[in-house]
C-alpha cells in the first residue's frame, strides 16, 4: 500500500492535477496511512504477528484454516487463479458486486495475488514467495504439489524452517490418499453420518437416510485441526531451532481424521462392550433427558414451528425440572441417577414434551431459567443476529467493504472469530479483498519485480490485472 501511495503522488507531482483533485488525493492519503498505523499497532499485539502464511489452497478447508491464522496475526498471502479466483467468489448468494458475501468473511485479513500455477513462470513466483514464507498452506490432492515441484523435498533446501500445512481428505499417506476429499463423503466415512438420523424402532440403527448439519461441517473441523497443527508445529520450530535443529515440518491434516477426532467413547465403548452406536434423533444416545422439545408456536408466527432445547442430565437438575413440569411422580429412588431413567426415557420425554407443547418456547425457557435447567430456544440467524448475549459479546462484527478512504462501499455483518485473547484487539482489519488486490503490493514490493516485468506477466497471462 506504501509504495502504492508513493507512485500516485510522484505520478501527481508530474501531470499537476487540479488543486481540488490534490485535495481529494491529500485526504485519501491521509486516511490510508492512519488505516496502514492503525493496523500496524493492532498486529503488534496479536500473538502471530511476524508470521507470514502462503495460502495456495481454495473453497472452506485450507482458507478457513488461512482465515484463523490471519485473525490472530499472521500475514496470509493468499494466490489464486487470475480471471476466476477461488470458487468460493461466487458460492451461494451473492452482493451487489457479484461477490459472495461469504468470500468477504472467509478472506477477511487476507491478501490476494493472482498467479497461474498451471504455468511454470507462475510455479515459479510462488516458489519466491514460499522461500520467503513461514507456513505454506494447501488443501490439493497429495501429490499435486510434488507435482508442480514446490513440495517439501523441493523447497525445504532453500527455506529449512517452512511449515507445510496440508488438508486432504484422507491424509498425505495410505491407500485413500489419491480420491477426492469431499467433507460430506469423509464426514460418511468417519461414522459421524451415521449417527445423524432416526433411529429404526426396533433396531435402533439408521431408518432411512442420514441427517447432515446445513453446513460444510467436516471442511471447517479440518481447519480448526489445521491451525491448531499450524501454531503447534511453529512452537515445535522455536524449540527446535533454539537447540540448532531444523525447524521445518509438515502438519498433514485429513478431514476423515478430524471428524474421527469427535467421535468421543463410540470406538472404545464398541471394542469393549460390541455397542455400535446407531442415531437417535435430536437426543443423545445414553443421556437422559437431553432433548429438543415442541412447544406452542409464538403468536408473532403462528404458522413456525417452535422448539427448545433442554438439557437437565445432572441428578439435581432433573429434579427441578420434574418439579417445574408438574411431574414429581418421576423423581425418587427409580429416577434417581442416570442409568435409571435411560430405562425409563420414554416415559420421561413424553412428560416433558406434553408440558412443552402447552406453551411457547418463550415462555417454557422463563420457566426453567427460573429454577437453574439448562434450556433454550432454536434459534434461526435472524434471532442470533438481534440476541442481547451475542451483541453483549461482540459476535458479529461489522466490517467495511470498499475503498479504504470509506468513500464507496458497504458493512457486512460477520460472525466474529473466537477464542478471545485477553489483551488482544482480534477484530476484522478488512473484508476478504477484491480478486488480485494485493498483486502489486506483494509481486513488486515483496518479490522486487520491476513494473515492466509485471506488466510483461500480466500480458503473458501468468498473474491477472493490478
Known amino acids: 500500500m506504501r509504495n502504492m501511495l508513493t507512485r500516485t503522488c510522484s505520478k501527481l507531482n508530474k501531470t499537476g492535477p487540479p488543486l481540488s483533485s490534490v485535495k481529494r488525493l491529500e485526504r485519501t492519503v491521509t486516511s490510508c496511512r492512519r488505516f496502514i498505523t492503525s493496523q500496524g499497532n493492532a498486529l503488534q499485539d496479536l500473538p502471530l504477528s511476524g508470521i507470514r502464511v502462503l495460502e495456495i489452497g481454495q473453497v472452506i ?3 478457513f484454516c488461512g482465515q484463523l491464522l490471519g485473525h490472530y496475526g499472521a500475514e496470509v ?26 468470500w468477504r468473511s472467509i478472506a477477511r485479513n487476507k491478501k490476494s495475488v493472482t498467479i497461474d500455477l498451471r504455468k511454470e513462470e507462475g510455479r515459479d513466483l510462488v516458489r519466491k514467495l514460499a522461500i520467503k514464507s513461514d507456513v505454506l498452506l494447501e488443501n490439493f490432492k497429495p501429490g ?3 507435482k508442480w515441484k514446490l513440495g ?5 533446501p532453500h527455506n529449512p524452517s517452512l511449515i507445510f500445512t496440508r488438508v486432504s481428505g484422507y491424509g498425505q499417506t495410505g491407500p485413500w490418499a489419491s480420491r477426492p476429499g469431499y467433507a460430506s463423503v469423509c464426514e460418511a466415512q468417519s461414522g459421524f453420518r451415521y449417527i445423524n438420523g432416526y433411529p429404526d424402532p426396533e433396531t435402533g440403527m439408521l431408518d432411512g437416510p442420514p441427517v ?3 453446513i460444510s461441517l467436516g471442511d471447517s473441523v479440518a481447519g480448526l485441526h489445521a491451525a491448531l497443527g499450524t ?14 535443529q531444523v525447524g521445518g515440518q509438515t502438519v498433514d491434516v485429513s478431514i476423515l ?16 462392550k460390541g455397542k455400535i452406536r446407531g442415531p437417535s434423533g435430536s437426543s443423545v444416545t445414553g443421556i437422559v433427558p437431553t432433548n429438543a422439545y415442541p412447544c406452542k408456536p409464538s403468536p408473532s408466527s403462528p404458522d413456525i414451528p417452535s422448539f427448545i432445547v433442554i438439557g437437565a442430565n445432572a441428578d439435581s437438575m432433573y429434579v427441578r425440572l420434574m418439579t417445574a413440569v408438574g411431574r414429581p411422580d418421576l423423581t425418587g429412588p427409580a429416577f434417581a441417577h442416570n442409568h435409571h431413567r435411560v430405562a425409563r426415557q420414554q416415559e420421561i420425554e413424553d412428560a416433558i414434551s406434553s408440558w412443552t407443547r402447552e406453551h411457547t418456547a418463550e415462555e417454557v425457557e422463563e420457566v426453567l431459567q427460573g429454577v437453574g435447567v439448562p434450556s433454550g430456544r432454536v434459534l434461526s440467524v435472524k434471532e442470533i443476529v438481534d440476541n442481547p448475549q451475542v451483541k453483549a459479546r461482540g459476535l458479529v462484527e461489522e466490517v467495511w467493504v470498499g475503498d479504504e478512504a470509506r468513500e464507496k462501499g458497504w458493512n457486512v455483518k460477520m460472525p466474529k472469530v473466537t477464542p478471545v485473547l485477553e489483551g488482544c484487539d482480534t477484530k476484522t482489519r478488512w473484508a476478504g479483498p477484491d480478486l488480485g488486490q494485493h498483486n502489486r503490493e506483494v509481486l513488486v514490493g515483496e518479490l522486487g519485480l520491476s513494473e515492466a516485468e509485471l506488466t510483461r506477466l500480466q500480458e503473458d497471462g501468468i498473474i491477472g490485472q493490478c
Open 61 to 63: 478447508a485450507g482458507p
Open 77 to 102: 498471502i493468499k494466490v489464486e487463479p487470475p480471471n476466476v479466483g477461488d470458487p468460493l467468489r461466487v458460492w451461494r448468494e451473492l452482493d451487489v458486486d457479484g461477490v459472495s458475501p461469504w
Open 144 to 146: 499435486t504439489l510434488e
Open 152 to 156: 517439501p523435498e523441493d523447497l525445504h
Open 212 to 214: 447432515r448439519p446445513n
Open 231 to 244: 501454531v503447534l508445529a511453529l512452537l515445535s520450530r522455536k524449540a527446535k531451532e533454539a537447540r540448532g
Open 257 to 272: 481424521e478430524s471428524m474421527m477426532n469427535l467421535m468421543e467413547g463410540i470406538i472404545p465403548e464398541y471394542d469393549r
